[in-house]
Structure formats: C-alpha cells, structure tokens
C-alpha cells in the first residue's frame, strides 16, 4: 500500500514540477534554465498550465517505443519531438539568462 502511495506521489510531484515551471514566468524547469533553454509556443509565446499538461503527459507517448519520440528531434526541422509536435511546442534558447 505504501508503495502505490509513494508511486502515485512520485506522478503527482513530477507532473506538478514540469507544468507548473515550463507554464510559469520562467518558462523553463531549472535543468532548462542551467541550460539557457525555454519551451514556448509555436509563436514564441509564453504556453499554457493546460499546454504545459498535454506536453508532460504526450512524453509517454514519446518514451513508449524504444524513445522514437525523443531521438526525432535530431531529425526534426523544428528539433520537435512527439511531444512537443502534439502539444504545439518549442524548446529554444533563452537569450535573455
């Protein structure tokens, strides 16, 4: 019972991290931000709790086949990934840090 617990806390507070700093004024988790990177919009815009959400859950999908999802963004116009192509996101460079 314990383990569910932890494991369902572990979900929640690694769901809570991505959304909330990747929609926040930072735009960015701190790996991102060491990183001098954001996640914006296709417009370059600020994203959405809601857009954050869709981008966080999309990675399994990425993740599910032998991380097909992560290595396309070495082959990707945009450097997109699965996630980021079905959440209508970016990750760039932060001029600004």
Known sequence: MLDIFLSI???VIS???FTILESSEL???IGKRIMKTKVV???GNRISFGKANIRYWSKLISAVVLL???IMIAFTPKKQGLHDMIAGTLVIKDTQI
């Open 27 to 29: 735009q960015a988790t």
């Open 15 to 17: 769901w809570l991290y």
């Open 68 to 70: 097909i999802g992560y």
């Open 41 to 43: 919009d296709m417009n």
């Open 9 to 11: 806390l572990g979900i």
